[in-house]
């Protein structure tokens, strides 16, 4: 997929992650989490499979964390993702790409 615009997924709240998407040069990763000494290596495996599922060759990626689940993370990055192309308007099929 090609980002053509800026987009975001997410909220601040606890528990939760606030995912920024932008159009980029290859995949670039900004990466604040309250947790990122314990998990800060599977949040980013985490971001970066997805994109990959989801064939992002090209973005600037920025996650704030709060704590959110695996599936959250995934979620969110697939949301801001399909939201930067304007897909999410479509008849899309949430989840297929992202397991």
Not at 31 to 48: A, C, D, H, P
Request: with cysteine.
């Amino acid at each position: 997929m090609e980002i053509l615009k800026t987009a975001a997924a997410g909220t601040l709240e606890s528990s939760d992650a606030l995912v920024t998407v932008e159009p980029g040069t290859g995949i670039t990763l900004d990466l604040s989490s309250t947790v990122m000494n314990q998990y800060g290596r599977q949040i980013k495996q985490t971001v970066l499979e997805t994109l990959d599922r989801l064939e992002v060759r090209d973005a600037h990626i920025s996650v704030v964390d709060k704590g959110a689940l695996e599936c959250t993370l995934k979620a969110r990055v697939e949301c801001a993702v399909y939201r930067s192309c304007d897909a999410s308007a479509k008849n899309i099929p949430w989840g297929g790409a992202v397991r």
